[in-house]
């Protein structure tokens, strides 16, 4: 597909800047966007409603992946933030962007994870993944409720998000470089 194929590009192109933070942290970022290129094609071949085993299983694996995909970004954004605090090389709108970022991260990773809310409190978190929900054009997401409101994420719309963060880091880091 040709829509793959560019953002792998993307993938690829904006992960770059990573390098001029940590060396390490590019190879993460571009295993992390092929996966995510593999999960948005390999979700148009899965047959949601089907009772097959295979099929089953095809499904199941795909959520598994796109959940340990969520982690893993997670952990990578925490990380730049994190080196962020120490070096201070990111422009004031792309620190709110990685703030942001990181906060959209944690609402998902928290309840997939560790079913308790973020922080130092350990107690069951009040806000869970209810469902796994499907979407034709963004593809697998969580539904979380709380008791009162609802949310949704999409993994797509989440690779998206840390795609764009990637894109202003890249801009930082080789504006500044130059």
Request: charged share 30%.
């Amino acid at each position: 597909m040709i829509m793959e194929k560019t953002r792998y590009s993307e993938w690829i192109d904006n992960s770059i800047g990573l390098m001029h933070i940590e060396m390490l942290l590019v190879g993460n970022a571009q295993g992390l966007g092929i996966l995510d290129v593999d999960l948005i094609e390999e979700f148009t071949k899965l047959k949601i409603n089907s009772q097959l085993d295979e099929d089953r299983l095809k499904k199941l694996r795909h959520i598994t992946l796109s959940e340990l995909w969520v982690m893993g970004a997670y952990e990578l954004i925490r990380l730049i933030n994190e080196i962020n605090k120490q070096r201070n090389f990111l422009k004031e709108n792309t620190k709110e962007k990685l703030k942001k970022t990181l906060t959209i991260f944690t609402e998902v990773r928290i309840p997939l994870t560790k079913f308790q809310k973020q922080g130092k409190e350990k107690r069951l978190y009040s806000k869970i993944a209810t469902k796994n929900i499907f979407d034709p054009y963004k593809g697998v997401g969580w539904n979380f409720y709380d008791g009162k409101n609802k949310e949704i994420f999409y993994r797509k719309d989440l690779g998206d998000l840390f795609l764009e963060l990637l894109k202003e880091i890249k801009n930082d880091v080789l504006g500044s470089a130059q």
